[in-house]
């Protein structure tokens, strides 16, 4: 059970500058200010259009755009400062911030609803154990604790529905974010299950989407597709969120991996994939899309001529030889640290990712939609240092 405390309404657009008596000050942003220690980063994330993305830090957080990359503004705390979760709500100045860190700015089971406008909180939302996630849409709050999920009307934070989870130490939980009524995905009672609430006929669809635990899902923009990966990381699956069914399953690779993060492209013909192996993929949809995607669908690298070869007894063989043989492997890759954490979504130019690292990377890459192979790398920046020092 939840404490409300808040003073609504709201929201307005964001601003790119803001006033100076604050509880957590805008530090100066001109390049030639003296450099201080790096901060550590606790959190990264896209806001819901990938325009934007949040970081929390150690001592605050900060708010930057993407193309073009620029930080649009930061809040650093006198004391303390940890902040674990920074969700944005598209562009407007309401935030929600979640305390964490070895010296937290908030405790870790309370929402605080940020006002950059007011330069403060307006509101709370406290809990009986540590928030593990939050989503916004312009009409809900949906909170994500350990097993339980809550959501609340954003107008005037009365509780309007909660559901009870398997573990879910991740938070996972997406929401749909059009005009239209709610979408909820999050993770079933069983290992392997994921839930799908449509608030708008009031169903409930469970899909076995995995035999392991799930790791990570996204929802396309019109939330008609769901695409699902597990603790395995060496498949990822797409599904229709009205009826549960597998429309496409697709290989990351053969190796365990542990998926950080999936994304859709807008039109839902591309889906992107992050893991701990280093490699971002890019996979083409078959669903709703032209015979261009389904031409760039990659067999294994090693057996693909032979697979498709008429006389091959490897093509007479494709009934009883394992699906590894016969899987769709990514049409673009780009290489990255191994070990180090990133993020990845669709970047608004055509045939564009944008990738963020616990490091405190932004890299804006390019693929060839035909001929597919390395993406080419456009832009690097580190979020964490100033542009006097990059």
Known sequence: MATVSASPPWPNPIPTSGSDNDSGRQLDLNPSSPVTSLPALLHISFNQDHACFAVGTDCGFRIF????????????????????VVEMLFRCNILALVGGGPDPQYPPCKVMIWDDHQNRCIGELSFRSDVRSVRLRRDRIIVVLEQKIFVYNFADLKLMHQLETIANPKGLC???????????????????????EHYASKRTKFIMAHDSRIACFALTQDAHLLATASSKGTLLRVFNTADGTLLQEVRR?????????????????????SSDKGTVHVFGLKINSGSQVKDTSRMAPDATQAALSPSSSLSLLRGVLPKYFSSEWSVAQFRLVEGSQYIVAFGHEKNTVVILGMD?????????????????????????KPPSVL
């Open 174 to 196: 997406v929401v749909s974010q059009g005009a239209g009524s709610l979408v909820l995905v999050c993770p079933g009672l069983q290992k392997g299950q994921v839930r799908v």
């Open 360 to 384: 405190g990377s932004f890299y804006k890459c390019q693929f060839d939609p035909v001929h597919g192979g390395e993406m080419s790398q456009l832009e690097y920046h580190n979020c964490l």
């Open 253 to 273: 690779g053969a190796d365990r991996a542990d998926i950080y993060s999936l994304a859709f492209s807008s039109d839902a013909q591309w889906l992107a994939v």
């Open 65 to 84: 755009n993407c193309d073009p990359f620029s930080e649009i503004f930061r809040r650093d705390f006198d004391r303390g400062g940890g902040v674990a």
